[in-house]
């Protein structure tokens, strides 16, 4: 079975009937398996991080109460670790995605181009939740701003302007 099969059965197994946080973790990984082709990184860790991305809310929920980032970055990456781990993934591809789970909304301590393949696809998934998609001279500044590869770029613009 491929690397992403096996992360999709535990995503979908983790988030059960949330079909809405399965979704987005799928739009999240295609997004990034486009922009990967063009910007490049390590495949292993692009598919890791981009369904795993997300995976500490329901932790986040149950213990804090709050979906909010900051606690999505605190449980996450130990949730995303042992998924890894059973799946047969090497310690430094781990340590990567883990470092990419904790900080995919803050942006700390990390700047590799699969960071910026992740931040790119999940923020071209969340422009409509955050923005409105009618202001189209607003989403070009916004996306101006917060977009850090030129594919993940392209991509927003044409589907939001």
């Not at 059960?16 to 990184?41: C, N, P, W």
């Not at 090497?90 to 990567?96: M, V």
């Not at 977009?147 to 993940?152: D, E």
Request: proline share 2%; charged share 35%.
């Amino acid at each position: 079975m491929l690397l992403e099969d096996r992360l999709i059965e535990e995503v979908k197994r983790l988030f059960g009937d949330d079909q809405k946080r399965i979704d987005h973790a799928l739009t999240v990984f295609g997004y990034a398996s486009e922009i990967m082709k063009a910007e490049g990184g390590d495949p292993k860790v692009v598919v890791s991080a981009a369904l795993l991305h997300d995976i500490g809310i329901k932790e986040a929920e149950r213990k804090h109460g709050s979906s909010a980032a900051k606690y999505q970055e605190m449980e996450g990456p130990r949730i995303a670790e042992g998924i890894m781990r059973d799946v047969g993934l090497d310690a430094d591809t781990i340590d990567h995605v883990c470092r990419i789970v904790g900080s995919h909304h803050s942006a700390r301590d990390i700047d590799t181009v699969e960071f910026r393949i992740i931040w790119d696809a999940d923020w071209i998934v969340n422009i409509p939740d955050l923005y409105d998609v009618e202001d189209k001279g607003k989403l070009a500044g916004v996306i101006k701003k917060l977009f850090r590869t030129k594919s993940g770029r392209e991509i927003a613009e044409g589907k939001y302007l």
